[in-house]
């Protein structure tokens, strides 16, 4: 089982930048790759970033240029954490970002969600 817990959301004027955090623990090791979503309210969540194993990123067309996501793995390997470096920021970034791992098998985890929230 992993468990994924996400710090860092909150409220940023246009142009801003925050750094959200996503620090799993439990089965990492079998952590195939891990992302961010957001949602908003009336859509469905969407991939904002994603990173695999061997570091390799993709992001959405909206965040290319402005958004990285990044990984970090604690020395004795009982945790790992997911940034995302989120500058420029914009209104329309507004929306809960949820943490995402896919295990080798193919099992999918969530984070609680945070919020984030862009005024102009």
């Known amino acids: 089982q992993v468990q994924l817990v996400e710090s860092g959301g909150g409220l940023v004027q246009a142009g801003g930048s925050l750094r959200l955090s996503c620090a799993a623990s439990?089965?990492?090791?079998?952590?195939?790759?891990m992302g961010w979503y957001r949602q908003t309210p009336g859509k469905q969540r969407e991939l904002v970033a994603v990173?695999?194993?061997?570091?390799?990123?993709?992001?959405?067309?909206s965040v290319k240029g402005r958004f990285t996501i990044s990984r970090d793995t604690a020395r004795d390997n009982a945790r790992k954490t997911v940034y995302l470096q989120m500058n420029s920021l914009k209104p329309e970034d507004t929306a809960v970002y949820y943490c995402?791992?896919?295990?080798?098998?193919?099992?999918?985890?969530w984070g609680q969600g945070t919020q984030v929230t862009v005024s102009s």
């Open positions: 439990g089965s990492i090791s079998a952590i195939n790759f």
């Open positions: 995402n791992a896919v295990t080798l098998i193919g099992t999918i985890h």
């Open positions: 990173i695999t194993s061997a570091g390799n990123t993709n992001y959405a067309d």
